[in-house]
């Protein structure tokens, strides 16, 4: 089993659409949890952090955290195309895991 | 600030030559990290440095693969010989520090080809 785990897409959505994107991971004991997104050819860039049970919000990005069912997702409210790219969920428990990406990709 | 730097950007090499890569953290960082990226293994940690001390290369695949990082500054990050299943992006992340709340700031990446 992987630590870190997230379909891979690709996942589609109409432009205005709501995204959502989930990962599962496996260490009980991790800390905190982190959206990153990697455009084509580009390097990852943070976009949301997450440390306790719940929803936090930033913008048209929410974060949801459970974890008793060890999973974390991310809403992308009003998809844009410019929100097309790869999203990685990473989990820091000893180190910072990666999962591999979902590819996603809003139409217009 | 700059950012994380990392050269050179695209390097190719052929399959028995050493290869170095390089990267200057944010100034201020005191953590560093090189990461490889594939398309089969997605990102993988190989190891990170703390106040210039390496801490964890336990992802770090084979004696082949070496790193140091002789200064705040700088650091490499070295294949010796290199082989064609080492092609991948190179990495190189840093941040203020490891705890749950520290954002790690990625380089541009070093896409290696070996042939």
């Known amino acids: 089993q992987k630590e870190v785990e997230q379909n891979s897409g690709p996942l589609s959505v109409p432009e205005g659409a709501i995204a959502s994107l989930n990962c599962t991971y496996s260490?009980?004991?991790?800390?905190?949890f982190f959206w990153y997104r990697q455009y084509s050819g580009k390097s990852p860039e943070l976009i949301m952090s997450?440390?306790?049970?719940g929803d936090k919000e930033d913008g048209r990005f929410t974060a949801q955290l459970n974890k008793a069912s060890q999973y974390v997702s991310l809403l992308i409210r009003d998809s844009q195309p410019s929100d097309s790219a790869t999203y990685l969920c990473?989990?820091?428990?000893?180190?910072?895991?990666f999962g591999a990406g979902t590819i996603l990709r809003v139409k217009s | 600030d700059a950012g994380v730097i990392q050269s050179p950007r695209h390097e190719v090499t052929e399959m028995g030559q050493e290869v170095t890569l390089r990267c200057k953290p944010i100034s201020g960082h005191d953590y560093l990290f090189w990461y490889r990226q594939t398309m089969m293994r997605g990102l993988e940690l190989l190891i990170y440095f703390n106040n210039n001390v390496p801490i964890d290369d336990s992802g770090m695949p084979e004696d082949r693969f070496s790193a140091k990082m002789p200064n705040a500054s700088f650091s490499t990050l070295k294949i010796q010989p290199s082989e064609p299943r080492d092609s991948a992006v190179y990495f190189c992340?840093?941040?203020?520090?490891?705890?749950?709340?520290?954002?790690?700031?990625f380089g541009p990446g070093t896409r290696l080809t070996v042939l």
């Open positions: 990473a989990v820091l428990g000893n180190k910072l895991v």
């Open positions: 997450i440390y306790s049970n």
């Open positions: 992340a840093s941040s203020v520090g490891s705890s749950r709340t520290d954002t790690q700031y």
């Open positions: 260490d009980r004991v991790s800390q905190s």
